[in-house]
């Protein structure tokens, strides 16, 4: 079993920046692949960002390319999200997953074994 953890949420301005950690617990945070998904209200929750197990394979959908950065530290179980140049639309509910994987890939799916409870980005116009 896996916790995961989010912090780091709150209420920005249009263009400010934000980062989320999700502190894991457990001691095998290295073979799990993680992943960032959001969820605004009245719509489904999407895949923001995801990377792998050593952190070298990495994917962002295509609304944040070049404003988000996912990265992770496996020393420290933290897997963290910087969002710059926030714009209204990123306001939702932020989520971090992990999915047990073999391989060393970022996962682009839903199916993600274990979630963390969400933390609220909010960013005013």
């Known amino acids: 079993q896996v916790q995961l953890v989010e912090s780091g949420g709150g209420l920005v301005q249009a263009g400010g920046s934000l980062r989320l950690s999700c502190a894991t617990s457990?001691?095998?945070?290295?073979?799990?692949?993680m992943g960032w998904f959001r969820q605004a209200p009245g719509k489904e929750r999407e895949l923001v960002a995801a990377?792998?197990?050593?952190?070298?394979?990495?994917l962002y959908a295509d609304s944040v390319k070049g404003r988000f950065t996912i990265s992770r530290d496996n020393a420290k179980n933290t897997v963290y999200l910087q969002m710059n140049s926030l714009k209204p639309e990123d306001t939702a509910v932020y989520y971090c997953?992990?999915?047990?994987?073999?391989?060393?890939?970022?996962?682009?799916?839903?199916?993600?074994?274990?979630w963390g409870q969400g933390t609220q980005v909010t960013v005013s116009s």
């Open positions: 990377i792998s197990r050593s952190g070298g394979n990495i």
């Open positions: 457990g001691r095998t945070f290295s073979s799990y692949a």
């Open positions: 997953a992990a999915k047990s994987a073999k391989s060393d890939f970022a996962f682009a799916t839903m199916t993600y074994d274990y």
